[in-house]
């Protein structure tokens, strides 16, 4: 069985070798300097040549003037249907046996992907372990399903396993990479993900550029430095320290504190608007709590708070999701009664507090999610402002359903006139879509 790998720019890890390396244009007749030819290698060549228009190339490396390695990159054709236009497939790949293991495919395949700033395809038979190896090495990213051959020598992928990229999350699809990281789009750009596993997403939305010099309309609020609350202003920090004095932070299992979760999440939601309050079914957000592997943090009234009613009981909790590289702050929510506490500030600095070794690793950060455009929210100002958390500028990447697009573009002209009508929920739906439209055309218009 073939699997596919995937690489780009963003991806390729750098290899260098003491051999040259060439990339060669091919004749109709004729390979690359150096290349034993005999009867079925004219024949693949004529073959590659009339199959891509003369569009393919064969990169070549060689010790002094003798042939070592060579590697096939082929445009888009129609042999490998499922690679989009702006893409190419790599392979066939060949190492001379006495030049195996010396790091020539790595390099080779550095060379290839950092000339084209393009998503690169390779589609590999799974015992073959070297090359396997070698694609893996380079920064290829090994891909869910599998590579069916067709009939005429043609290719297809089939992707089941595609909710181990995206997720569906409110008529759309959003990408389950960290954020840092380049969302696997190959489901879009060959339409794979507009039936995502039965149901039928408007929209996918996902980011690029991440952390970029310039600043965009869209961003992360995340923290990537060392937390050390000396460091934050008396003022702020004389908050905190009194937020201390009536919370103490620890961590909780949701299996235990369930029904005390609950209360404190139905409690929560009655401050939201109207037009963005969600339902809240007990059952289901019982289990929710219980099937998700997360890290969840309690925040409890001290026994000496000036709160008689709620002293010792559960008034607020946060849960972070922990990724490879980063750690996804996920939800914070309080007791609205409690706020005048500091609770919000206890609960932030308890989980800075929790992680603060992790923050102290290089590379590493905490990410409280992107810019958020349909709730009233001034929580990220806030985290930037006390505990130090900064934008990290990016891209705002949309692609519509087929059909979709087409009916965001004629609503689009309206946008000011469906601001008045925001109350209303599917108007703010409507409002949600098209202030996202807006800010992926105008992407450094901050508004």
């Known amino acids: 069985m073939k699997k596919l790998f995937v690489c780009n720019k963003s991806l390729i890890r750098k290899k260098e070798i003491p051999y040259e390396i060439r990339e060669i244009k091919p004749g109709l007749f004729k390979g690359y300097p150096g290349q034993k030819l005999d009867l079925k290698k004219v024949a693949e060549n004529i073959y590659w040549y009339l199959l891509t228009a003369g569009k393919y190339r064969i990169w070549v490396a060689y010790d002094a003037e003798k042939a070592i390695h060579y590697t096939y990159v082929v445009p888009k054709c129609s042999k490998f249907p499922f690679i989009p236009s702006d893409g190419y497939e790599i392979g066939p790949v060949v190492t001379e046996a006495e030049y195996r293991g010396k790091g020539i495919l790595p390099a080779v395949l550095y060379s290839v992907v950092s000339k084209y700033n393009k998503d690169a395809y390779s589609f590999i038979?799974?015992?073959?372990?070297?090359?396997?190896?070698g694609f893996l090495k380079s920064g290829f990213i090994l891909v869910s399903g599998e590579?069916?051959?067709?009939?005429?020598?043609?290719?297809?992928?089939?992707?089941?396993?595609?909710?181990?990229?995206?997720?569906?999350?409110?008529f759309a699809v959003i990408p389950k990479c960290q954020p840092h990281q380049e969302a696997f789009t190959l489901p879009i750009k060959n339409k794979y993900i507009w039936n995502f596993k039965g149901k039928k997403p408007l929209l996918a939305?996902?980011?690029?550029d991440f952390d970029c010099k310039e600043e965009t309309n869209w961003w992360y609020c995340i923290k990537d430095d060392a937390y050390d609350l000396s460091s934050v202003k008396a003022k702020r920090r004389y908050i905190i320290t009194s937020a201390r004095k009536f919370f103490e932070i620890k961590e909780i299992n949701s299996f235990e504190y369930s029904e005390q979760l609950y209360q404190v999440q139905r409690q929560?939601?009655?401050?939201?608007?109207?037009?963005?309050?969600?339902?809240?079914?007990?059952?289901?957000?019982?289990?929710?709590?219980?099937?998700?592997k997360l890290k969840l943090l309690g925040a409890f009234m001290r026994e000496d708070a000036?709160?008689?009613?709620?002293?010792?009981?559960?008034?607020?909790y946060a849960y972070a999701e922990e990724k490879e590289d980063c750690i996804i702050f996920s939800t914070l929510k309080s007791i609205p009664s409690c706020e005048k506490y500091q609770i919000n500030a206890a609960l932030v600095d308890g989980f800075l507090e929790y992680y603060k070794e992790y923050l102290e690793t290089e590379g590493k950060y905490i990410c409280d999610g992107e810019r958020n455009i349909?709730?009233?929210?001034?929580?990220q100002n806030y985290l930037e402002k006390y505990f130090g958390f900064r934008k990290a500028y990016c891209t705002l990447n949309i692609s519509y359903r087929p059909g979709f697009g087409r009916i965001v573009k004629i609503l689009y002209p309206f946008k000011d006139i469906f601001k008045k009508l925001d109350k209303i929920n599917l108007f703010h739906m409507i409002n949600g879509i098209l202030e996202m439209e807006y800010l992926r055309k105008n992407r450094q218009d901050k508004e």
Not at 126 to 133: F, G, H, I
Not at 205 to 208: D, L, P
């Open 306 to 316: 000036p709160a008689e009613e709620f002293r010792g009981r559960l008034c607020g």
């Open 205 to 208: 939305r996902w980011t690029s």
């Open 147 to 170: 590579i069916i051959k067709k009939p005429f020598k043609k290719y297809a992928y089939s992707c089941e396993n595609i909710d181990e990229y995206w997720k569906y999350y409110k």
């Open 268 to 292: 929560a939601l009655k401050a939201y608007p109207a037009k963005y309050r969600p339902k809240l079914d007990k059952d289901i957000f019982i289990k929710k709590m219980k099937d998700r």
């Open 125 to 133: 038979e799974e015992t073959n372990n070297s090359s396997v190896k």
């Open 374 to 379: 349909r709730h009233e929210t001034a929580f």
